[in-house]
């Protein structure tokens, strides 16, 4: 089925701001809290927020095989489960409908009252119940830099790397949309030549500039999903910052992985834009270093080109970018990624989450972590206001931002904004 | 509030077999297939299972706080976040409503023909949707095991076993109730001495005999729970497989741990057996051989005596029970595991479970895996039928048992029951 709301010359009859991350061509989908009160989903162009579950009540989506419910629910899950093809032909409907040669909505005014919201008016809620989340190990350039920093530059990379998509399963239940702050947490760590560990405020908290893509069911317990059907059961990405806490890692992490120097929170970008939106920005993947397992091979691009930067922004100051990379940098990529994740037989269903890992370019201002911008904590980096940072400090908020561009649109995922509160104090 | 339902001398008018793990002090909750193919909540008292969600649209739970629909569900979540004082409730009015002495329901005949199954006209069901699964590695035991293997005999736990209850994040989508059949993984490999890994089954494939405990909703982000206050968060607990595959595990878990090794397949016994029924079998944890940070420290017994046992039962042989260990082993417990889990914030919710690791014990046929119990292959298990085994072999069938005995009484948590097909095959 084609995807017509990719048309890059369709223009729409609502505004858009210059710039925007929302033109009629992304169409992402996410679940809001109305100026009623009201939980649904919706989608985005421009400034203006979309309800489609009154969309759908008013039978803008006559034809298309859909529940009555299916938009008035507190997750994306169920719509997610539906598969590809609905959300084609929901897209391809949402981006007619808004299309400036359409008067269906555009005329209606009593309608349009009660579809279109001002993004002001809204709360914009966790988008999916994320049934699993995994994290990836998948940047090179990240691998490279954390094992020259903590093992051995001459043999960075662990033997399993260039092999692996290596990958941790995370927590859940910390995963929060932009806007929701985090308190510093506590933590064991060991003092520095000591025996035995303390308790005390992580004094390392850190950001990692991920991304993560959602999954709709794909899989029975004990099935692989096949390298080129991989596609088939991505939803959609969203920002992710991955907070982490190096000293509370460092303590625990031999020999299970990082815990609780994690599970503290991850944040994302409330918009899931969808993989049809990226796919005029489709790119290749950096070349395989050795060769890989015929389950890993793949044809054709399957990475994506998103800019990717990262800023701090002290309370009541300005905000300083500290850092400038791309999704496409990834060595490993997500059709890999699910492949290796299934291969194993492992389910994966509707809402689960798949972060990338930190994602780090080839050059040091386009690190993706404080850990590696400061090179722990070695060379501070400078803000424009608030000092210097070696990591984050109490009051400091998280932006990652994301976006592409090509010659014809620009289109991106907003942001994942994120405040550091202090340690939690019982009232 | 007194918990009513333990009361030891209780007699029930249901039959109950000798030595069953279903007294009427015991009282487990879990979801099954009715022979009228509804789902519904119930319990179990001997070889009957209860529907109570026709008890209670029958009104049996009149004065109990209930939403209608609260037992007319396929997870037993929405009724563990009602609280600890509901479940008490709950149980005590089942108590008393199977009492010998209570005639209410014993002489309506046509109540108990809606409302009791035997157990072979009903299909247990995952009892609860697991939102997030954690893992620990909890028996020192065990530990100092797998550390004098892989490791250094003489600092076979790693220096923050005995500060930490060290855990990680598993996988929730794979998690099956007993009965349900599990095929050998693929997976990647590293053969001895070769450079490269290669793609295959699993040779390795073990068993991991665990407990797993069920929480209900504990905090908010940000907030940890206080140690004194973990237990009012634990809504009971079930036996637990946790499958792994060895040399998978090896190849990938430097550095972040094990991921496809474990997540292809964790069974769990279908009933859970509340924290309130195992009050009687309460016992101490191991002394601490160092001390421990505050926030582990407790006080009281707060680990409890659950006899375990495994068995391999190979294809149409008579089974062959392998170890003999205690839930009382674990050096760390399950207040001590949660107050950790939250230390930094992590909510836990409703349905979460909480994994203790392989339970072993102090004696070579008490250990809780094959890797354990063959050490890694080098001395080989007999069977009584069906030959010598290392590890599982294809079409064994490894059944985990538990339960708890005084003078008084005898409860137990039935079987979790799996069979290891051989490796998936596209039909």
Known sequence: MKITANDPKRQTWLPVPDKSDFPIQNIPFGVFLTRDDVITIGTRIGDTAIDLGALHQLGYFEGIPLTDDIFLQD????????????????????????????????????HKERVLF??????????????????????????????????????????????????????????????????????????????????GPSRLVDFELEMAFITTDANHLGEPIPIDEAEDYIFGLVLFNDWSARDIQKWEYVPLGPFLAKSFASSISPWIVTLDALEP???????????????????????????????????????????????????????????????????????????????????????????????????????????????IEDNDTVIIRGYCENKDIRLGFGEVSTKLLPVFKKQ
């Not at 993004?119 to 990836?136: A, C, H, N, R, S």
């Not at 015929?294 to 300083?320: C, H, M, N, R, W």
């Not at 389910?347 to 050059?363: A, L, Q, R």
Request: proline share 7%.
């Open 75 to 110: 997750t994306l899950n169920d719509f997610i489960s539906d598969g590809k093809k609905t959300w084609r032909l929901v897209r391809n409907r949402i981006a007619e409908l808004f299309d400036v040669k359409d008067k269906s909505l555009q005329n209606h005014d009593e």
């Open 281 to 391: 920005f489709r790119t290749d993947s950096p070349k395989p270093l050795k060769k890989q397992l015929e389950y890993l091979q793949y044809k054709g691009k399957k990475s994506f080109d998103i800019k990717l930067q990262v800023a701090i922004q002290p309370e009541d100051k300005v905000e300083t970018v500290v850092a400038n990379t791309n999704f496409k940098y990834m060595y490993w990529n997500m059709s890999q990624q699910l492949a290796h994740h299934t291969i194993n037989g492992c389910p994966v269903n509707s809402g689960d989450m798949m972060g990338s890992g930190t994602i780090s370019g080839p050059t040091p201002d386009s690190y993706g972590s404080m850990l590696e911008l400061s090179w722990r904590g070695e060379k501070p980096v400078k803000l424009k206001e608030g000092g210097d940072r070696k990591f």
């Open 118 to 199: 001002a993004m002001d008016e809204i709360e914009m809620q966790l988008p999916v119940q994320v049934g699993d989340y995994t994290d990836f190990y998948s940047s090179i350039e990240h691998a490279t830099n954390v094992g020259t920093m903590f093992r051995d530059p001459d043999n960075a990379l662990l033997p399993n790397w260039l092999h692996i998509p290596v990958g941790y399963h995370g927590r859940s239940s910390s995963i929060i949309p932009s806007g929701i702050p985090v308190h510093r947490p506590l933590g064991q760590k060991l003092p520095k030549g000591a025996d035995n560990p303390k308790l």
